[in-house]
Nanobody, 117 residues
Framework: QVQVVESGGGLVQPGGSLTLSCVVS????????MAWYRQTPGKQRELVAG???????NYADFVQGRITISRDNAKDTAYLQMNNLKGGGTAMYYC???????????WGLGAQVTVSS
C-alpha cells in the first residue's frame, strides 16, 4: 500500500522560512518523479515545483527563486524549502508522486502553510 505523508507545515511570519517534507512508502521512490502542488479555497491546485528521478528540477514562475525542491533517495523523502515567504504563500501544500513505468499517481493529504504576522 502506497503512503504519501507530508509534514512541516505551520504558521510562519512574512519573510520567514519553512521546509516541508514528504515521506513515501510502498513504491520505489528512487525511480519516481516527485512534485509539490498548492491549493487555496476556491482555486485549482497548481504546481509549485517538480523533480525527476534524475534530479532535474522545474519551478512555477511565481517561485522567483525563493523555493527549492530536493530529494533524498536514501530516506525516500522529498523536500520543499521555502524562503522569504509572503502572504500569497498561504495554502495547502500537496506532495505528488509519479512512479516510473506505472500509470498510477499518488497524493498526500496535504500540509497547511499559513503566512501571517
Amino acid at each position: 500500500q502506497v503512503q504519501v505523508v507530508e509534514s512541516g507545515g505551520g504558521l510562519v511570519q512574512p519573510g520567514g522560512s519553512l521546509t516541508l517534507s514528504c515521506v513515501v512508502s510502498g513504491l520505489i521512490f528512487s525511480t519516481s518523479a516527485m512534485a509539490w502542488y498548492r491549493q487555496t479555497p476556491g482555486k485549482q491546485r497548481e504546481l509549485v515545483a517538480g523533480i525527476t528521478n534524475g534530479g532535474t528540477t522545474n519551478y512555477a514562475d511565481f517561485v522567483q527563486g525563493r523555493i527549492t525542491i530536493s530529494r533524498d533517495n536514501a530516506k525516500d523523502t522529498a523536500y520543499l524549502q521555502m524562503n522569504n515567504l509572503k502572504g500569497g504563500g498561504t495554502a495547502m501544500y500537496y506532495c505528488h508522486v509519479k512512479p516510473r513505468f506505472s500509470p498510477n499517481e499518488y497524493w498526500g493529504l496535504g500540509a497547511q502553510v499559513t503566512v501571517s504576522s
